[in-house]
T-cell receptor, first 115, second 113 residues
């Protein structure tokens, strides 16, 4: 079975500081990994994904994430946070070799960027 | 390029009733997935449709059913509504393939009283 853990319900950061939102995963095979952002009363917006190749993935709005196979992690990062980055962030995994294409989402991390 | 749209935006039903939610996929996408997002939770996969056939289902009972039409739009039907069915229902469209990005609609907020 596959799973995703987002260990922090909430992350607080000051505007201009770097931010990290953590994600760890478990799959039987090799993963496809995704990050989405959700603003209040809205659907999910795609930020970035890891498919294969370079472990550092760059995405929308200045976000990036690093795939670490040994630590089974895919943490989301941004060098300088903006107040407008405040939202709910979801990590998701699909097992590309385990036979199940059903995606699993984490419970989400609320990012609050203080002015 | 038209994004994913869903209707209605909000819906209030009572226990035991039936509901139909609708989704129009993004142009060029032939795969539609439905998710249930309860308050404070991540989206839970309900099922996926590809070329008008269900090709994957999560851990949801048979009273959750769906359809996909030739234009790739889709419906989610829920019979015998229960209080726990209250949630945001999200539709996502994509091209087929595990690596493909899913693009989400704004969701339908269902309240069951």
């Amino acid at each position: 079975a596959q799973s995703v853990a987002q260990p922090e319900d909430q992350v607080n950061v000051a505007e201009g500081n770097p931010l990290t939102v953590k994600c760890t995963y478990s799959v039987s095979g090799n993963p496809y990994l995704f990050w989405y952002v959700q603003y209040p009363n809205r659907g999910l917006q795609f930020l970035l994904k890891y498919i294969t190749g370079d472990n550092l993935v760059k995405g929308s709005y200045g976000f990036e994430a690093e795939f670490n196979k040994s630590q089974t992690s895919f943490h989301l990062k941004k060098p300088s946070a903006l107040v407008s980055d405040s939202a709910l962030y979801f990590c998701a995994v699909r097992d590309r070799t385990g036979g199940s294409y059903i995606p699993t989402f984490g419970r989400g991390t609320s990012l609050i960027v203080h002015p | 390029e038209t994004g994913v749209t869903q209707s209605p935006t909000h819906l209030i039903k009572t226990r035991g009733q039936q509901v139909t939610l609708r989704c129009s996929s993004q142009s060029g996408h032939n795969t539609v997935s439905w998710y249930q997002q309860a308050l404070g939770q991540g989206p839970q996969f309900i099922f996926q449709y590809y070329r008008e056939e269900e090709n994957g289902r999560g851990n949801f009972p048979p009273r959750f059913s769906g359809l996909q039409f030739p234009n790739y739009s889709s419906e989610l039907n829920v019979n015998a509504l229960e209080l726990d069915d209250s949630a945001l229902y999200l539709c996502a469209s994509s091209s087929p393939g595990l690596e493909e990005t899913q693009y989400f609609g704004p969701g339908t907020r269902l309240v069951v009283l």
